[in-house]
């Protein structure tokens, strides 16, 4: 007669183990067990005979195994084929007569438990990376929500990574099978969920979409490897999905946009910059005695060469936005696009920007932004001018320019968008993560709240990460937002 051993839930390798061990040492085959898991109903074999007390009372001592078999169980348990439990029963009681069974390769058994294992990991890799959270805002605060749909049982197995990311955020995600739930000290889990319990989006998507339409290199397209890597099952839970049909139709074209028209190459090579360097900081150090205004602003900087840096550069960048606004946001410098445009914030990272103010309900119109450094540092890379930091002596010598303009603009709030602008602005090395988004008051009597630069999250690999730390970015800005409204700020356009 048949045993039926019943597990307590679909995924747990310690029960099945302890089933398992006991079931060994009273010496039952693999084909006396029918395997199956409390609730789901005890079908199979009508007669088979319930091993719980058998079981139970064996299940002291020590068998051992291989490591390489307990690694894969570990995997197969979370599949959602109903053979599973049978079949590593089978190959643990094959263990005890062969205990080379797990390197042959052509065993079916073997194989087939591979073949489970390896959809769990395709499974578990999926979600890391399509989960999408989504805000929603309760009486204790923000809680950030996602609806994932697995194939297999992977949900207890995967959320310790979602804790180690995301530790100080509290979040549920919501599956059809079990719902998984951190509040910042304790992960539980409860039963599925429907997708209706999850929001469907948020005011951020947008925001999300940019920034994928930022990264998505045409030259590059691989639309069978995309589509393999990101199947079109997961798409309904990204927002940025909807942008990839129009994406992969015309990449054809913006590719021949990028070889027709390559950045121009550099107009001088660099020389002797260190001697450069040293003349533009003695007049740094008694800039000439010519009264700066609006009417000779331009001018003048178009004629700057107080630093290497015009050299190479297109044109200097000046800052664009009401000369009398009370918000100015800083950045680092131009890029490629702001350095042949003249217009700062027009690239990638200016339209990544635009759209966090947006949700932010900072109104771009009505603030004046500008760069710490007024030229474009590159490095020519074939057809390529790939961003340079500025260094320390460059951020000095143009800081001239970032404080004549607030003493300008005189505004209220200072919003410093990277380490390169805070250290410009504050005269002193800064780390963003140890000051970001805290009030500090200014000589010139003005208010700095300091946060990443744009560019920063356009560079975040992770996908999860980025959009994470944009959502950070945009509190951030309505936290600057929140501060300028205290400060009496108006937001006038120009
Ligand atoms: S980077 Fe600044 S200091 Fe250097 S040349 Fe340009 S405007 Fe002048």
Redesign the pocket.
């Known amino acids: 007669m048949s045993r039926l051993v019943v597990l307590p839930a679909e995924a747990d390798f310690a029960g099945w183990r302890e089933k398992a061990r006991a079931l060994l040492q009273a010496r039952v085959r693999p084909e006396e067990t029918v395997w199956t898991v409390a609730g789901r109903g005890e079908g199979g074999d009508l007669f088979a005979e319930r091993a719980d007390v058998a079981v139970a009372a064996a299940s002291s001592g020590t068998i051992s195994v291989p490591r390489a078999f307990v690694d894969m169980a570990k995997f197969v348990i979370c599949h959602n084929a109903a053979d599973r439990f049978a079949l590593l029963y089978r190959i643990l009681w094959r263990l005890l007569d062969d205990k080379h069974l797990m390197e042959i390769a052509a065993d079916a058994d073997v194989q087939r438990a591979e073949a489970l294992a390896k959809a769990v990991r395709r499974d578990k890799h999926k979600m890391t990376a399509f989960v999408r959270f989504r805000e929603a805002v309760t009486e204790d605060g923000s809680v950030w929500i996602a609806w994932f749909e697995p194939e297999h049982h992977i949900v207890e197995a995967t959320a310790p990574f979602f804790v180690r990311r995301f530790a100080n955020m509290k979040w549920s995600i919501l599956t059809p099978g079990t719902s998984a739930h951190w509040d910042g000290e304790e992960l539980v889990f409860t039963t599925g969920s429907v997708r209706a319990d999850a929001p469907s989006a948020d005011a951020l998507e947008d925001y999300w979409r940019v920034y994928f339409a930022s990264i998505f290199n045409p030259a590059r397209l691989n639309t069978a490897a995309m589509q393999r890597e990101m199947p079109k099952k997961y798409w309904k839970n990204m927002p940025e999905a909807g942008l990839i049909p129009d994406l992969v139709r015309g990449a054809t074209q913006r590719t021949n946009a990028m070889l027709l028209n390559p950045p121009p190459p550099p107009r001088v090579a660099a020389q002797d910059r260190r001697a450069v360097m040293q003349r533009?900081q003695q007049q740094?150090e008694s800039p000439d005695g010519d009264p700066l205004s609006w009417r000779n602003f331009d001018a003048q900087?178009t004629g700057?060469?107080?630093?290497?840096?015009?050299r190479n550069?297109t044109q200097?960048v000046p800052g664009t936005g009401p000369r009398s606004a009370d918000v100015m946001l800083v950045g680092e410098?131009p890029g490629d696009q702001e350095d042949l445009q003249g217009e700062p914030f027009v690239g990638p990272a200016g339209k990544l920007l635009d759209r966090a103010l947006e949700a932010a309900g900072l109104p771009r119109g009505a603030i004046y932004l500008t760069n710490a450094?007024?030229?474009f540092?590159f490095e020519p890379r074939g057809k390529r001018r790939l961003h340079k930091k500025?260094n320390g002596s460059?951020i000095d010598?143009?800081r001239?320019?970032l404080a004549s303009e607030i003493k300008l603009v005189q505004p209220k709030l200072i919003v410093a968008l990277g380490a390169t602008a805070a250290s410009s602005l504050l005269q002193r090395p800064v780390k963003i993560s140890a000051e970001r988004g805290l009030p500090i008051a200014l000589p010139e009597g003005a208010q700095a709240l300091l946060t990443v630069h744009p560019s920063y999250l356009l560079r975040l690999p992770d996908p999860e990460v980025a959009e994470l730390e944009r959502r950070r970015f945009v509190h951030d800005l309505k936290r600057a937002r929140s501060l300028a409204n205290d400060l009496g700020a108006e937001f006038k356009a120009a």
């Not at 700057?304 to 015009?310: K, N, V």
């Open positions: 533009s740094v900087l700057c060469r107080r630093c290497p840096l015009w550069a200097a410098q450094v007024k030229h540092k500025p460059e010598v143009c001239w320019w």
